[in-house]
C-alpha cells in the first residue's frame, strides 16, 4: 500500500490515492445475518440516514456496490421482475 494517504473518519481508517478512496470494514453479527455499519461521516457525507432505501449491486460478483437509489418504486419494480420467481418460492 504504498502511495496511499491514510487518513481516519470515525474510528476506520481510509486509505486513497488519485483514483479513489477506500476503507477496510468488518462486518458484525445482527441477529442471523451480517451487517456492514456505516460510519456515522459516511452517512453525512453521502445525505443518507436509516431510512434512506439503499440499491445494492455488483457488476463483476466480486465488488459490492452500495448507493442511494434515486427512485425507489422503480427500483423495487425492477427488483420484482428480476427475483419474481424466487419471491413467489419464497412466498409459499
Known amino acids: 500500500m504504498t502511495n496511499l494517504t491514510r487518513k481516519y473518519i470515525g474510528d476506520t481508517m481510509v486509505f486513497g490515492d488519485i483514483r479513489e478512496d477506500f476503507m477496510i470494514k468488518k ?45 425507489f418504486k422503480d427500483v423495487m419494480e425492477r427488483q420484482n421482475k428480476r427475483f419474481s420467481k424466487t419471491l413467489k418460492n419464497l412466498a409459499k
Open 27 to 71: 462486518l458484525v453479527k445482527h441477529g442471523n445475518s451480517l451487517a456492514l455499519v456505516i460510519d456515522r461521516p459516511i452517512l453525512e457525507l453521502l445525505k443518507i440516514n436509516e431510512d434512506t432505501p439503499l440499491e445494492i449491486s455488483t457488476d463483476d460478483g466480486q465488488t459490492l456496490k452500495v448507493k442511494p437509489a434515486k427512485y
